[in-house]
């Protein structure tokens, strides 16, 4: 595609604009471009980009902490960090050993929870997700029934109830 300005260069600079809905696309040169007072940016090399993109990350000092980097699994003998240079456990132990400083991660892969709750296929029988849904509110229910929070289990109960009928 050559320049839509001088028609003879390639064109190397792609600008799309949209106004009240309208797309327009203009197609120039480097030095048409330039010409036109349009800022042109040289690519980034690979190096450059990761290094941006690293640079925004936490450092591993700051999501595990400097104290906990010492400490091993006593099943496994794995420690936080060889988590961090391999970012597989050693064993499901780990989680347990390693708890403060893996929740943060937990969290955030999880949206802000701490645990998977995993995900119903959507082709999924409407039978097969009503069974979920109760499976789902008699956790709910056994949790409020243990932190005591009796209101709350009365109404889990109370769906439950409801959506067994």
């Known amino acids: 595609m050559y320049c839509q300005n001088c028609q003879e260069k390639e064109a190397t600079i792609h600008l799309t604009e949209i ?33 941006s993109l690293l ?4 450092s591993d000092d700051e999501v595990f902490g400097d104290s906990k980097q010492n400490t091993s699994c006593p099943h496994c003998g794995s420690t936080l960090e060889q988590f961090t240079k391999n970012a597989v456990l050693g064993c499901p132990y780990d989680y347990e050993v390693f708890e403060k400083s893996l929740l943060p991660l937990i969290k955030k ?16 029988s409407t039978g097969t997700k009503k069974q979920i849904e ?8 056994e949790a ?10 009365a109404e889990l109960r109370d769906k439950i109830n409801q959506r067994e009928k």
């Open 144 to 153: 409020a029934v243990q932190n005591e929070d009796y209101e709350l289990a």
């Open 134 to 141: 109760l499976m789902k509110l008699r956790q709910e229910l």
């Open 109 to 124: 892969a999880h949206n802000g929870k701490k645990t998977h709750c995993g995900k119903v296929p959507s082709k999924t």
């Open 55 to 58: 640079a925004s990350q936490p």
């Open 19 to 51: 106004t009240d809905g309208l797309r327009t696309e203009t197609h120039l040169c480097e030095q048409c471009a330039q010409k036109e007072g349009v800022a042109v940016k040289s690519q980034l090399s690979i190096n450059e980009l990761l290094s």
